[in-house]
């Protein structure tokens, strides 16, 4: 089994945090630091946990005033990019500071900052060069909305690319594992000057938070990424891929008008399945599920297909909750008979609990979903 994630918080870790705070705290105690952090409750708090207790700790052996505290904080930065021999760059990344640190300090911010912007705003821009303050920003935008966005806006022209990435990734309105924006939920137009400035940007992982923002927008306000699409497709091959990975909820959800703007067309009489088969009706949680069918495209000209399936889970009210997987996206020959056979895991994972009884599943053409069929997980 895995080693557990928080336990790149122990004690080897405090030693090495320990030896470069003490080069900016020159009256820093770390036996008196690493004995308030591995406390009694140390083994048994989480990773977030373990971080946000690190900074409170952390934030006893800093001056009191938060300006002087953020002033160690950046030379603290200034110190480790400047004397690590082994500090590099890697697709414009750099990884000479740990994400051990950057998490504590980008959390230090977020904690204790959120009444001193101008003082904050310096230490994100800072930090996030190292790690990614996506989350210790957004309660920035939350308490001065106007004042953050055009601060973010500034970001998207910045000249580290993870400042850059920032001005996207911290405005998500859907970013999981962090708190929700709920004006930019309701009206994301801030966004888009953002992601304009941003979707050209030689950094692959800017290209890619631009995508994912469209995706969280779609989820709320899809006519607002189709226009975008309508405007950028065909600008360059990174544009295109940002618009078709930011369509993908949209394009799971079988949005006629995305459809069409990425070449799936209607299956209409001609594109249908036949022979489905399941040849596991029962599936033991931990296996899986096992079928089979035929697609048929009957057009006399090779066709684009967008070819998923639909799982309907089984919750705890007994409802059913459907999930979208794709199984390929490509041409298919014309007056072909394609011979299909998938396999689903019901592995146990920690992102879906799973539920026991009636499941089903369905095929589903450019959008189009066919007919659903049962099975029963046990």
Same mark, same amino acid.
């Given at each position: 089994m895995a080693e557990p994630f928080k336990n790149m918080y122990n004690e080897q870790f405090l030693e090495r945090f320990s030896k470069d705070l003490i080069v900016v705290i020159p009256d820093f105690d770390a036996r008196e630091f690493a004995s308030?952090?591995?406390d009694n409750e140390w083994e048994n708090r989480e990773l977030k946990e373990r971080c946000k207790h690190i900074t409170t700790v952390l934030k006893k052996h800093l001056p009191i005033e938060?300006?002087?505290?953020?002033?160690? /904080?950046?030379?603290?930065?200034?110190?480790?990019?400047?004397? #690590? *021999?082994?500090?590099?760059?890697i697709d414009d990344r750099k990884f000479g500071l740990t994400l051990e640190y950057g998490w504590i300090l980008d959390n230090y911010v977020e904690q204790?900052?959120?009444?001193?912007?101008?003082?904050?705003?310096r230490a994100i821009e800072k /930090?996030?060069?190292f790690t990614?303050?996506?989350?210790?920003? #957004? *309660?920035?935008i939350v308490r001065y909305p106007e004042k953050m966005m055009a601060?973010?806006?500034?970001?998207?022209?910045?000249?580290?690319?993870?400042?850059?990435?920032?001005?996207?990734?911290g405005c998500r309105p859907r970013l999981p594992w962090a708190m929700a924006l709920p004006s930019l939920k309701e009206n994301p137009e801030p966004i888009i000057p953002i992601l304009e400035n941003l979707k050209n940007d030689p950094a692959r992982f800017v290209r890619?938070?631009?995508?994912?923002?469209?995706?969280?927008?779609?989820?709320?306000?899809p006519e607002t990424v189709i226009n975008l699409v309508k405007k950028w497709q065909g600008e360059s091959q990174e544009v295109d891929w940002i618009i078709k990975h930011g369509s993908r909820t949209l394009l799971k959800r079988g949005n006629s008008e995305v459809m069409e703007l990425f070449g799936f067309g209607s299956t209409g009489k001609n594109i249908y399945i036949e022979d489905f088969q399941?040849?596991?009706?029962?599936?033991?949680?931990?296996?899986s599920l096992e079928f089979s069918f035929k697609l048929l495209n009957n057009n006399d000209n090779r066709t684009k297909i967008r070819l998923e399936y639909g799982v309907y889970y089984q919750k705890a009210n007994g409802t059913l909750a459907k999930k979208v997987h794709k199984i390929s996206e490509k041409e298919y020959a014309e007056n072909s008979v394609t011979n299909i056979t998938k396999k689903h895991s019901f592995k146990v994972v920690t992102t879906r609990k799973l539920h026991l009884g009636l499941h089903q599943v369905a095929v589903i053409i450019n959008g189009n979903e066919f007919e659903k069929y049962d099975f029963e997980l046990i």
């Open positions: 308030q952090i591995m938060y300006k002087d505290a953020i002033a160690k /904080i950046l030379g603290l930065l200034d110190y480790v990019e400047n004397s #690590r *021999p082994d500090f590099s760059q204790y900052g959120l009444d001193d912007y101008d003082t904050s705003v /930090i996030t060069q990614s303050c996506e989350f210790s920003v #957004r *309660p920035f601060q973010m806006l500034v970001w998207s022209k910045h000249e580290h690319w993870g400042v850059r990435r920032l001005a996207s990734e890619l938070s631009v995508a994912n923002n469209l995706n969280d927008i779609a989820k709320d306000n399941i040849s596991t009706p029962e599936v033991k949680v931990g296996n």
